[in-house]
């Protein structure tokens, strides 16, 4: 039993340090690791080498018709200062 215990405790020290538990890239990782970009396949590989696109894996944006929207897509840097009577009585 207490060699058990001097044991385990032997292996407590042995772990690794938490500075080598670092987020893993290809620069850390052995010559063929290949980690991607977090991307969702599209399709899959066939056997033959090739590649289907499934089109229910495709994004689908959906997008309003803005034909008769009012407002411009483009933001100034530099707002004019505009005083209209609803804002000066909301700080009053």
Known sequence: ??????????RAFRRKRPSS???LSSKRAPR???KGKN???????TRKGGYVVMQ?????YVV???TDFKLKPYVSQCPIEAN??????TAK
């Open 1 to 10: 039993m207490p060699l058990g215990l001097i044991l385990g405790i032997g």
């Open 56 to 60: 229910e894996k495709l994004p689908n």
């Open 21 to 23: 538990l670092d987020i």
């Open 32 to 34: 063929g690791y290949y």
């Open 64 to 66: 309003p018709d803005l």
């Open 39 to 45: 991307c969702k396949p599209t399709g899959f590989h």
């Open 84 to 89: 209209t009577s609803e804002a000066s009585q």
